[in-house]
């Protein structure tokens, strides 16, 4: 089986771009007041604001993870602090790997108002695909592992994708040997 990647992972371009507005900035800052120190000091709040305002754009939008036969690949991107370390320095990228004989349970998780894909359990979708990703529904794989963790994968960004997450549950179950479940949430 090859590596089959949902979501997105974030790449060199938020830290590309909160780097140049703290040049911008403090260049500005420099030639208006001619004080070295303040434009340091107000060049790198911009770099620091703009990662931020990266950091919480990206919280529907990137939930990166990979399946190939060894097991799953996950990049956390749940926690704030995370995705603001990931955006100002993606090369120090952490990841959670595990095999698929650590998985104790799995529940496909979808939100409120929306229905699995039509492959996956029975379900459909009923939103139009344009306004479906804009939509703050979340629409993930919820594995519980043998060592007492939780461990979210996200496929809101690929919902429309159903014959691969259908392979990817039916994978998953097969080589974990547990069955599916699916939690429809009510808030």
């Keep these: ?13 938020p830290m590309i771009v909160s ?15 001619h004080q070295f120190m303040l434009a340091i000091i107000l060049g790198i709040a911009a770099l620091v604001i703009c990662g931020l305002l ?4 990206m919280t529907d939008f990137y939930g990166y993870w ?17 995705r603001f370390q990931s955006v100002l320095f993606p090369f120090s990228d ?22 699995a894909p039509a492959n996956v359990l029975g379900g459909s979708f009923k939103a139009p695909k344009k ?11 919820d594995l519980k592992l043998n060592d007492g963790r939780e461990v979210n994968l ?15 549950i039916a994978l998953i179950c097969d080589k974990a040997n547990i069955e599916v479940g699916i939690i429809k949430q009510q808030a």
């Design 54 to 57: 990266f950091a919480r754009s």
């Design 131 to 141: 306004i479906m990703f804009h939509l703050p529904t979340p629409y993930y794989l």
């Design 94 to 115: 952490d990841k959670d790997e595990f095999k698929f004989t650590d998985i104790k349970s799995l529940e496909v998780v979808v939100g409120k108002e929306m229905n």
């Design 19 to 33: 780097l140049v507005v703290g040049i911008i900035v403090g260049a500005i800052i420099q030639i208006v007041t």
């Design 154 to 168: 996200d496929l809101s960004a690929d919902w429309d994708d159903t014959e691969t997450i259908a392979y990817v």
């Design 66 to 82: 990979s399946i190939d036969d060894q097991g799953i690949k996950s990049h956390n991107y749940q926690n704030m602090s995370v």
């Design 1 to 13: 089986m090859n590596n089959i990647e949902f979501g997105q992972r974030i790449n060199y371009t």
